[in-house]
Nanobody, 119 residues
């Protein structure tokens, strides 16, 4: 059974940091491209960051312009874990954050973890 379980969200003040984690099971994690998406109330879900799987320039990362220089995506294939290190957080980063796994026609989503940036 495929599972993606996000954790690490919470309430943080502007300028603060959080590290999100996504624990994967039920599929060959290293093969899959892994991504973080977010969805704020009233807005569409958007891509935050993506890291390629071993079949496609493994380790290559891409970021949304809004988070470049502040967020870092990385993965531990030995532990089937995906991370998102978020620094210099802004109120506009407030959203429900999801991890996603995709390879060819297979796509899996987690349930999300809430990040709230507020003073």
């Amino acid at each position: 059974q495929v599972q993606l379980v996000e954790s690490g969200g919470g309430l943080v003040q502007p300028g603060g940091s959080l590290r999100l984690s996504c624990a994967a099971s039920g599929f060959t994690f290293s093969n899959y491209a892994m991504s973080w998406y977010r969805q704020a109330p009233g807005k569409e879900r958007e891509l935050v960051a993506r890291v390629a799987g071993v079949f496609s320039s493994g380790g290559t990362t891409t970021y949304a312009d809004s988070v470049k220089g502040r967020f870092t995506i990385f993965r531990d294939n030995a532990k089937n874990l995906l991370y998102l290190q978020m620094n210099s957080l802004k109120p506009e980063d407030t959203a429900l954050y999801y991890c996603k796994a995709d390879l060819f026609r297979s796509t899996y989503w987690g349930q999300g973890t809430q990040v709230t940036v507020s003073s």
